[in-house]
């Protein structure tokens, strides 16, 4: 693997989301975010990432579907 790793962290609160960021960007993995499981989506296909951090609870699509999907 070339350089950190990428996480995609999917929550659509968007303070989850911050802390989760800050706290993995310090440990130095390389930070992709997504405020809601389309988005998540759209970015998995875009971003590669090598790890997706779901929230189980989303209005559009919850953490189930988008795994599935993935």
């Known amino acids: 693997m070339n350089g950190p790793a990428r996480i995609l962290v999917v929550d659509d609160t968007p303070m989850n989301v911050k802390v989760l960021a800050d706290v993995l960007t310090f440990r130095g993995y390389q930070v992709v975010t ?3 499981g389309k988005e998540g989506l759209a ?3 875009t971003e590669k990432p090598d ?4 929230d189980v609870m989303m209005p559009d699509l919850n953490g189930y579907e988008v795994c599935r999907a993935i």
């Open 43 to 45: 970015k998995v296909a």
């Open 51 to 54: 790890l997706v951090l779901l």
């Open 34 to 36: 997504a405020g809601g």
